[in-house]
T-cell receptor, first 113, second 114 residues
Framework: TQLLEQSPQFLSIQEGENLTVYCNSSSVFSSLQWYRQEPGEGPVLLVTVVTGGEVKKLKRLTFQFGDARKDSSLHITAAQPGDTGLYLC?????????????FGKGTLLTVNP | NAGVMQNPRHLVRRRGQEARLRCSPM?????VYWYRQLPEEGLKFMVYLQKENIIDESGMPKERFSAEFPKEGPSILRIQQVVRGDSAAYFC????????????FGEGSWLTVV
């Protein structure tokens, strides 16, 4: 069974601070996706990383896929209250069954004004 | 384009009743997936359907749960004789295909069993 461990589980910071959240596994994934979920809503896809070592930037968010495709990180620069939410990583297993995503439990981020 | 539409958004059922959750995929998407998010747990895959076919139901509980995606109309996740442990958020997702295609999630249906 593939597992994705996310850390930290909870993170509360002040506006303007930087932060990094992690997503780790002992399994190799063909791709990894990051979502943000707000209370009472569904997950919204932020980015998909596919190649080992890949780095993608989305405004103040930087996503990195580990060289071995077992881990990923999300770095937010100068966090804002609007960044508050549950950040989920999800891995797509090899073999083409990308619908059967393995999700981590998420990092609940609170950015205080 | 409208996104993945789920209804009802919130549903309260007494133990022993039936719950029916509906999902209309995004326009042009013929692949539908259901995931469940239990309190304090991550989203877990339940079932993958195409029109009139269940492709993979390996994540579905063996009893009381069923899913369909008829030729016409939305996909339906049906839970018979609900128990308190079925209380969860149920998310539907859709895509155009599988390999290399992005999966888009709906806003979820929150089931509470009292």
């Amino acid at each position: 069974t593939q597992l994705l461990e996310q850390s930290p589980q909870f993170l509360s910071i002040q506006e303007g601070e930087n932060l990094t959240v992690y997503c780790n596994s002992s399994s190799v994934f063909s791709s990894l996706q990051w979502y943000r979920q707000e209370p009472g809503e569904g997950p919204v896809l932020l980015v998909t990383v596919v190649t080992g070592g890949e780095v993608k930037k989305l405004k103040r968010l930087t996503f990195q896929f580990g060289d071995a495709r077992k881990d990923s990180s999300l770095h937010i620069t100068a966090a804002q209250p609007g960044d508050t939410g549950l950040y989920l990583c999800a891995g797509e297993s090899s073999g083409g069954s990308n619908y059967k995503l393995t999700f981590g439990k998420g990092t609940l981020l609170t950015v205080n004004p | 384009n409208a996104g993945v539409m789920q209804n009802p958004r919130h549903l309260v059922r007494r133990r022993g009743q039936e719950a029916r959750l509906r999902c209309s995929p995004m326009k042009g998407h013929s692949h539908v997936y259901w995931y469940r998010q239990l309190p304090e747990e991550g989203l877990k895959f339940m079932v993958y359907l195409q029109k009139e076919n269940i492709i993979d139901e390996s994540g579905m509980p063996k009893e009381r749960f069923s899913a369909e995606f008829p030729k016409e109309g939305p996909s339906i996740l049906r839970i018979q004789q609900v128990v308190r442990g079925d209380s969860a958020a149920y998310f539907c997702a859709s895509s155009r295909g599988t390999t290399g295609n992005t999966i888009y999630f709906g806003e979820g249906s929150w089931l509470t069993v009292v």
